[in-house]
């Protein structure tokens, strides 16, 4: 059974980093793209990144330069580096999982995904 599981969210002053997991279980990391999504309050679910073996890894522009999305295939986790944080990136923020073969331009299509973590908050406030 597939599962993803997040940790890592917390509080954080603006400025300040925090370190995202996805714990991955049932499934090859390498036959799937892993994406984070976040959803603030009152706002629709929102890509911020994603990887896969094909393309590597994938930005929007909003976390460019300021996020940095990696995997660890043997401990089956992907994590997401967030640094320079501002309290507009204060959400929910979700992993997810998909095994369609993604067009670039659909990656941050979040119906395309079909497995979803619980989510991890993450607030940004000083």
């Known amino acids: 059974q597939l599962q993803l599981v997040e940790s890592g969210g917390g509080l954080v002053q603006p400025g300040g980093s925090l370190r995202l997991s996805c714990a991955a279980s049932?499934?090859?990391?390498?036959?799937?793209?892993i994406g984070w999504f976040h959803q603030a309050p009152g706002k629709e679910r929102e890509g911020v990144s994603c990887?896969?073996?094909?393309?590597?890894?994938y930005y929007t522009d909003s976390v460019k330069g300021r996020f940095t999305i990696s995997r660890d295939n043997a401990k089956m986790t992907v994590y997401l580096q967030m640094n320079s944080l501002k309290p507009e990136d204060t959400a929910i923020y979700y992993c997810?999982?998909?095994?369609?073969?993604?067009?670039?331009?659909?990656?941050?299509?979040?119906?395309?995904?079909?497995?979803w973590g619980q989510g991890a908050q993450v607030t940004v406030s000083s």
């Open positions: 990887i896969n073996s094909r393309d590597g890894t």
């Open positions: 997810a999982a998909t095994r369609v073969r993604l067009f670039r331009l659909d990656y941050m299509t979040r119906d395309l995904y079909d497995h």
């Open positions: 049932g499934f090859n990391l390498d036959d799937y793209t």
